[in-house]
């Protein structure tokens, strides 16, 4: 009995510690360890097979990252391996999109997808199994997971108009998004203060509305100016090098070109395009202004601004013109034509406006907008593309194929869903990711408070919609906004570790989601931060990001 009692413990002791190896975030759907535990050790004599020629981004992105943080890469092999091999294949019956299988055993690593992006996936399940310590011999424990998906849409959203930010960390930040199986990257490349695509046609959208004569200090309306030109933008071909980046990450990069609001760096460039391009930029009286306040300019502060476009037929042929150069740009079947936050004081006293929307038929400036909307959509729809725009489009009647994204709230989400469109999940409450995640933050932040735990709490598909209309939810995104985020460091901050969270609630089945499961994997996951050198918010600090 003592010796059938002592085997009992010994079995529990081996698959609790191989359990406490796997740490994986987003949870699997499936995670079978063996009872008698064990593992294989992946060093410089490690091979890798890739068995067919469309997995080949996975394994140069899995040697990239074994050679950036442990020093080597896996040795390429033909079809065959000698034991202490990492097999990439697909499994051609396998019907989820994104799944994939791995086993880790004594025979060798083997990672089949479903598709080629399951593979992908299964590869950052292996990364997160290595060490969170650099070592010569990385020791993987034996495992077995089966996984896949649950939302087609897992996307993360960076602003670079409030401020720019270059490509390669536009690349480190698509990298963030691989590492926890996102793959869509919302890319918020014009607004008020700044315009930052290169678009030929129209090159005083860079040379003027790329650039601001200061910036504002301090919390909004500012205690001051900085007095400092700032700016900057994406040529094509860096535009183009970015999504070949994103691409082979399996990320689809989605931009947005913001209409008919947001729209003052564009105007700086070319008056004509306001409704009354003779008066000059108006800017909030206790903001401290740098420069030149006469004629049209680009903003200095934050906020929403009365001066948009106007709906006229010079503006549209400006916006299709924009699209012209933008569309061959982006593979993304999707283009976000903004829409949210559009003051309509200007079309109120415009008399070309009020004239118009005689003409057609419009009985208020929201109808005026979703006119505007809707002319912008058929154009966009007419390339073969179909637009998000921000819930606001939904203000005087949606555009007939629009995709809603739902920040105010969900309220703009669940009455899309019930009108039959498609919803994208990004509520201020729960994944905007420019709010404070501590109290009280060391850092100038917009304000809000929205903790890791609470990103974890978050369900993408809303109570008030039954089972057929949960089925127009996407997925979600977070957001980040940055008029007060000016480094790459500290954009990590705010994403870090919330980004974990949110990867975990887009992907794992809804019924696994437990937080007295996922903290001491979010623990083992920041140790994984410290590997990566990234900059990420305090854990335990009084009110910190886990304990609320």
Known sequence: MYRKLTILIVLCICCYSATAQINLIPKPSKVTIPATGGSLTLNEGTQLVVKSPVLQNSADFLNDYLIQFYGFPLKSRGAKGNGNTVYLSLNKSGKEAGGYTLRVEKAGIYIEGNDAEGVFYGVQSLIQLLPSEKTSGLKIPYVSISDAPRFAYRGMHLDVARHFFPVSFVKKYIDYLALHKMNYFHWHLTDDQGWRIEIKKYPKLTQVGGYRNGTVIGHFPGTGNDNKRYGGYYTQEEVKDVVRYASKRYITVVPEIEMPGHASAAI???????????????FPPKTVWSGDTTGKQVQQTWGVFEDVFAPTEKTFSFLQDVID??????????????????????????????????????????????????????????????????????????????????????????????????????????????????????????????????????????????????????????????????????VQYQIFPRISALSEVLWSPKQSRDWTDFEPRLREQIKRYDLWKVHYGTIDHGQGTIDN
């Open 268 to 282: 700086a460039a070319y008056p004509e395009l306001s409704c009354f391009p003779e008066e000059s930029t108006k």
């Open 325 to 490: 150069e933008v569309i061959p740009l982006f593979p993304s079947k999707y283009i976000h034509i903004g829409g949210d936050e559009c003051p309509k004081d200007n079309w109120k006293r415009s008399a070309f406006c009020q004239q118009l929307m005689k003409e057609k038929g419009l009985k208020d400036e929201h109808e005026l907008q979703s006119y505007f909307i809707q002319r912008m959509e058929k154009y966009i729809n007419g390339k073969g593309k179909t637009i998000i725009g921000w819930d606001e489009i939904l203000e005087g009647g949606l555009a007939p194929n629009a995709i809603v994204m739902s920040w105010r709230g969900e309220e703009g989400g669940i009455a899309a869903a019930k009108q039959n469109h498609k919803v994208i999940m990004t509520p201020g409450s729960h994944v905007y990711f420019d709010h404070s995640q501590v109290k009280p933050d060391d850092s100038l932040t917009i304000g809000g408070y929205t903790t890791v735990r609470k990103v974890y709490s978050y369900e993408p598909v809303p109570k008030e919609l039954n089972e057929a209309q949960g089925k127009y939810v996407m997925g979600a995104q977070a957001n980040v906004w940055t008029e007060y985020i000016k480094y790459p460091s500290k």
